[in-house]
C-alpha cells in the first residue's frame, strides 16, 4: 500500500508564494508520473503539473511561467513551487503518483489534499 503524506499549503496574499510537498512511503519498486491537481469549490478538479520518472514536465496554461514542479526520486517527494500566486489559485491541492509496486501490479495514490488559500 502507498501512502501519501502532503504540506506546505496555507494562506497567502496575491503574489506570494507557496511550496507544496509530497512524500510516499510504503512498498514500491518504481515510481513514474508524479503530479498536482487542484480542486476549487463549485469546479472540475483540474490537473495543474505533471513531471515524468525522465524529468519531463508539463502544467496547465494558467500556471505556466509561475508554478515548478520537481521531484527527488530519493526521497520519493514532488514539490510544487509556487509563484505569484493569485485569488483563482484558491484551491484543494492533491497530489497524484502513479509506479509499480511489482513487476506485475501497478498503483496510482492520491494524497489528502492540502488547502491553498491566496487573499486579493
Known sequence: QV?????????????????????ASGTILRIDTMGWY???????????ATISSGGAT?????????????????????????????PEDTAVYYCNVQGRLTSWSDFVSRGQGTQVTVSS
Request: with cysteine.
Open 58 to 86: 508539463k502544467y496547465v496554461d494558467s500556471v505556466k511561467g509561475r508554478f515548478t514542479i520537481s521531484r527527488d526520486n530519493a526521497k520519493k517527494t514532488v514539490y510544487l513551487q509556487m509563484n505569484s500566486l493569485l
Open 3 to 23: 501512502q501519501l503524506v502532503e504540506s506546505g499549503g496555507g494562506l497567502v496574499q496575491s503574489g506570494e508564494s507557496l511550496k507544496l510537498s509530497c512524500a
Open 38 to 48: 487542484r480542486q476549487a469549490p463549485g469546479k472540475q478538479r483540474e490537473l495543474v
